[in-house]
């Protein structure tokens, strides 16, 4: 008899017995009582248990694969676990979900990308890879084993510029974990995304501690406290325009769940990411104390002698730098405002020896 | 089960300054002397406020990869460790003294919390401190005919900082090894822009107490000292520099030794290490004992 039979009829054995999943199997005053969805077996002697479980060997996997693989030590873990491969849908059947799990379950996790499979002793393989390269090749990948792998996977982006943001939306590809565990499934996947998985488990649980800008900017000291003076009680525009910033689906894949304060919401979207942004993160507040400091300049009026095409292009120029797309844009592509040649025609034409636009100094000289 | 967790600064701009932390958290992973071992950062992610929340056990050894006490290892981390109670004076320390309190978090109530001193200011800061300059001078011996210097910020920002410095000094000179030992600092006197008018020695073995390479080790120091007046051209060691040579060692806490420096601040704290210590102070020599 399998393994996991016998360490299913031991623990039916014990106190309530066993229920997950639509498998449930108790000791009653007559012997083993066996129910499935589809079945109900009673008076059973626990070798006619065991010969019974053998008809619902994917109840029985099931239930090891829950109960005694992974287990109830890390709430979060499993919770995560069963999120990968849809357990928790009430509407679907262990043998359904058997069905789906043998073509491979796939869920998305930011920029991760995970496929979880079944071999035939119920055991759950994972395979963990870039989620713009669902369809690649293994061979075209470069092949990991260990979590920790993902650390250096995740420190700098495609052109191999440094992320200071794990949850940045700038992952780079070329890698898979083709064969993981669940338990370093999770540890990968934290690795590459700190404490998601624990912040996403407190959300589901209703337990998320979100700290708004208020009280996030409110407990900073030192270089930081500076922050606080940003709100005036003027209004908020100013961190929505933070959050439009920084926190935009296209910059970083955390959904962003903190607000103005309690009772006042941003209004920008906080996004469709898996997983929540319970607080401004230390780029933010670093970022905020920047703009601290610029946004209590007064604005002066300038003036400047631009043609229209000139206007665009400084336009073109910004939204380039704002969208990182001054790398995509071709050398000789010369109908392209942020085009380098553009730019230094621009530069050249316009600019004094000072690196004044228009020869207009930025303090009044007057 | 016991979790170690090592908190550090990291940086928004410098990948290097994280680096030792992930490396001393390998090493001590690797002897298997924690169920967990996890990290956590201020301008990096997991972020301290959210480290507490990724360990699994309930007894978790918090060690802070800092070189002094003072305005992080008193505020900031356990601010965002939500240290239950927390208060400076239950360190009762004289800058130099702290070991660890322990604590509830509010963020893990069902866990405790011994949150320990900075590494920097243990004793064993102090080994390895030497062994950087046994592992800069690729010679297990080193002492005879070398100064040493160890170098620090000063007091401008953290007067605890210079205290640091100066012990690690003045136990470097007790153990009667280097010819001379000076402590130096870069922005005040004595000033490391001005070893060579401290030392006799021919050899001087130059020890930044920092805990990551980046701005102060890898450009303003070797540029102050002179021994490259472009610090992206790079630098020799030894570099002569007015008649002596200097064998710069950048910062102190690349050295694989600090993951020792670790250990003993979770096992102050009470953790249950078993010989990790040896294992450790084995695996992290480069250098070949004599007669190996």
Same mark, same amino acid.
């Given at each position: ?5 016998d ?5 039916a054995?014990?106190?309530d ?5 639509g498998?449930h199997?108790?000791r ?7 129910e499935?969805p ?13 010969d ?15 109960s ?20 928790d ?5 262990v043998p359904? $979900? ?11 996790w ?12 119920g055991?759950?393989?994972?395979e963990l890879?870039?989620v ?8 075209d ?8 792998a ?8 495609e ?14 590809g ?6 993981l ?35 996030t ?9 500076v ?26 894949v ?9 009772e ?10 898996a ?26 009026t300038?003036?400047?002698?631009l ?16 969208d990182? $797309?001054?790398?995509d844009i071709?050398?000789a ?13 621009? $530069?050249?034409?316009?600019?004094d ?14 | ?12 701009l ?7 932390t ?7 992973r690797?002897?298997g ?12 992610e997991p ?16 060690v802070?990869?800092?070189?002094s006490?003072g305005?992080?290892t ?20 004289d ?17 405790t ?15 390895v ?6 592992s800069?001078?690729?010679?297990p011996d080193v002492g005879?005919g ?7 910020h000063g007091?401008e ?12 000094a003045q136990r ?8 001379e ?16 008018d ?9 020890v ?6 980046g ?13 490259t007046?472009?610090y ?14 200097i064998?710069?060692a ?5 050295e694989g ?10 096992a102050?704290a009470?953790?249950?290490i078993?010989?990790a210590?040896?294992?450790v ?8 004992m004599?007669?190996?």
């Amino acid at each position: 008899m399998a393994d996991y039979i016998d360490a299913l009829v031991d623990a039916a054995a014990d106190g309530d017995g066993v229920s997950l999943d639509g498998l449930h199997v108790a000791r009653t005053g007559d012997g083993y009582r066996l129910e499935t969805p589809s079945a109900e077996r009673d008076g059973l002697s626990e070798s006619a248990l065991s010969d019974a479980l053998s008809d619902f060997d994917e109840y029985a996997t099931n239930w090891f694969f829950w109960s005694r693989v992974v287990g109830e030590s890390s709430p979060q873990r499993r919770a995560f676990l069963r999120w990968v491969e849809g357990a928790d849908a009430e509407d679907q059947s262990v043998p359904a $979900r058997y069905d789906a799990l043998r073509d491979g379950i796939e869920r998305e996790w930011g920029q991760l990308h995970v496929t979880v499979t079944l071999d035939d002793d119920g055991q759950r393989h994972y395979e963990l890879r870039h989620v713009n390269e669902a369809d690649r090749e293994h061979d075209d990948l470069d092949t990991y084993h260990e979590p920790l792998a993902a650390r250096q996977l995740a420190t700098y982006d495609e052109k191999g510029r440094y992320r200071p943001l794990k949850s940045g939306n700038n992952l780079a590809g070329g890698w898979v974990f083709p064969d993981l565990d669940g338990r370093d499934l999770v540890e990968t996947v934290e690795t590459f995304y700190p404490a998601s998985v624990p912040n996403w488990y407190r959300e589901r649980e209703g337990t998320l501690d979100v700290e708004h800008w208020v009280d996030t900017i409110g407990r900073q000291t030192g270089m930081y406290s500076v922050v606080k003076t940003w709100n005036r009680g003027d209004g908020h525009e100013h961190v929505d325009w933070v959050a439009e910033s920084c926190c935009d689906d296209s910059q970083c894949v955390k959904r962003r769940e903190w607000q103005y304060d309690d009772e006042t919401d941003l209004d920008v979207d906080g996004g469709d990411g898996a997983f929540p942004c319970r607080e401004p993160c230390s780029l933010v507040i670093a970022a905020s104390r920047k703009w601290t400091r610029l946004e209590g300049e007064n604005t002066q009026t300038y003036e400047f002698e631009l043609t229209p095409s000139e206007k665009e292009q400084l336009e073109a120029i910004v939204d380039a730098v704002a969208d990182d $797309r001054t790398d995509d844009i071709r050398e000789a592509d010369v109908y392209e405002g942020a085009n380098r040649y553009r730019a230094r025609f621009l $530069r050249a034409k316009l600019f004094d020896d000072d690196g004044n636009l228009c020869g207009v100094p930025t303090e009044d000289e007057s | 089960m016991q979790a170690l967790v090592i908190v550090a600064h990291g940086s928004h701009l410098n990948p290097d300054s994280s680096t030792p932390t992930y490396d001393h958290a390998d090493t001590i992973r690797e002897v298997g002397a924690f169920d967990e071992v996890r990290t956590g950062f201020w301008k990096e992610e997991p972020s301290i406020r959210e480290v507490l929340r990724t360990v699994e056990s309930d007894e978790v050894y918090v060690v802070p990869l800092f070189i002094s006490e003072g305005y992080f290892t008193e505020q900031v981390i356990p601010r965002e460790l939500r240290l239950d109670g927390w208060d400076v004076a239950d360190w009762d320390s004289d800058g130099l003294s702290a070991t660890h309190v322990t604590l509830p978090a509010g963020d893990v109530p069902e866990k405790t919390v011994h949150y320990c001193g900075p590494v920097g200011t243990h004793e064993a800061m102090t080994d390895v401190i030497v062994r950087r300059a046994e592992s800069v001078t690729e010679d297990p011996d080193v002492g005879d005919g070398f100064g040493l210097a160890v170098v620090g910020h000063g007091t401008e920002r953290n007067e605890n900082s210079a205290k640091a410095i100066e012990y690690h000094a003045q136990r470097v000179r007790d153990m009667d090894r280097f010819d001379e030992v000076q402590a130096l600092y870069m922005d005040e006197d004595p000033e490391v822009d001005d070893v060579t008018d401290y030392f006799d020695a021919d050899d001087i073995v130059v020890v930044p107490l920092f805990v990551a390479d980046g701005f102060h080790t890898q450009e303003d120091i070797p540029e102050d000292m002179g021994l490259t007046d472009d610090y992206r051209t790079g630098y020799d060691v030894p570099t002569e520099v007015d008649g002596h040579r200097i064998w710069y060692a950048g910062a102190v806490g690349t050295e694989g030794l600090m993951a020792d420096v670790v250990l003993e601040r979770a096992a102050d704290a009470g953790a249950d290490i078993g010989d990790a210590l040896e294992v450790v102070r084995e695996r992290t020599r480069k250098t070949p004992m004599a007669g190996d």
